[in-house]
T-cell receptor, first 115, second 112 residues
Framework: DAGVIQSPRHEVTEMGQEVTLRCKPI?????LFWYRQTMMRGLELLIY????????DSGMPEDRFSAKMPNASFSTLKIQPSEPRDSAVYFC?????????????FGPGTRLTVL | GENVEQHPSTLSVQEGDSAVIKCTYS??????FPWYKQELGKGPQLIID?????GEKKDQRIAVTLNKTAKHFSLHITETQPEDSAVYFC???????????FGTGTSLTVIP
């Protein structure tokens, strides 16, 4: 298996622009998680999905952030409009659910820089 | 909610020595404890995990111990090598598919 795939790996944009991050989870995994990592706050869970349905979005910082999962093999995290404080590494992770014994597997991340 | 504390934040050891990283959790309902290794520029990678019905688990040079009564768990790396240098995160969860609560990370440096 190719593992969790994220694109782009790096994104540099200007304040006010829309940013879309993409994730393809591991095939067969029914949970998908979006995290943000910064030096100050560490790893923060933003939102997670089960069977394409958002379960908990309490970590989404504000209305500028939105996430979708239109099907089992694709998810997006959108920031509109972006701000410099959104600069971070964004990770997507997936897992196979409650009873399989597998943990969350992370993608390589997208490093976002907002100027 | 769950609160996971991790110590130390930085750790330097000589190659060949052992390294121990400790985590505590607050919610007695947590029953799954994975450990992740994150190398520079990469995503966290699962290295070992343990469930609450087990007190210890080993995988070659890596072991994890769990004390449910005291609500703490530890990662032990023996015979450390320079390639073990990375940031290590512990986490606690009530199930593998549910939300993970991560510790703040330990930056391990193995000095050749």
């Amino acid at each position: 298996d190719a593992g969790v795939i994220q694109s782009p790996r790096h994104e540099v944009t200007e304040m006010g622009q829309e940013v879309t991050l993409r994730c393809k989870p591991i095939s067969g995994h029914d949970y998908l998680f979006w995290y943000r990592q910064t030096m100050m706050r560490g790893l923060e869970l933003l939102i997670y999905f089960n069977n394409n349905v958002p379960i908990d979005d309490s970590g989404m910082p504000e209305d500028r952030f939105s996430a979708k999962m239109p099907n089992a093999s694709f998810s997006t995290l959108k920031i509109q409009p972006s701000e410099p404080r959104d600069s971070a590494v964004y990770f997507c992770a997936s897992s196979r659910g409650l009873t399989s014994g597998t943990s969350q597997y992370f993608g390589p991340g997208t490093r976002l820089t907002v100027l | 909610g769950e609160n996971v504390e991790q110590h130390p934040s930085t750790l330097s050891v000589q190659e060949g020595d052992s390294a121990v990283i400790k985590c505590t959790y607050s919610d007695s309902a947590s029953n799954y404890f994975p450990w992740y290794k994150q190398e520079l520029g990469k995503g966290p990678q699962l290295i070992i995990d343990i469930r609450s019905n087990v007190g210890e688990k080993k995988d070659q040079r890596i072991a994890v111990t769990l004390n449910k009564t005291a609500k703490h768990f530890s990662l032990h790396i023996t015979e450390t090598q320079p390639e073990d240098s990375a940031v290590y995160f512990c986490a606690a969860s009530m199930n593998t598919g549910n939300q993970f609560y991560f510790g703040t990370g330990t930056s391990l440096t193995v000095i050749p």
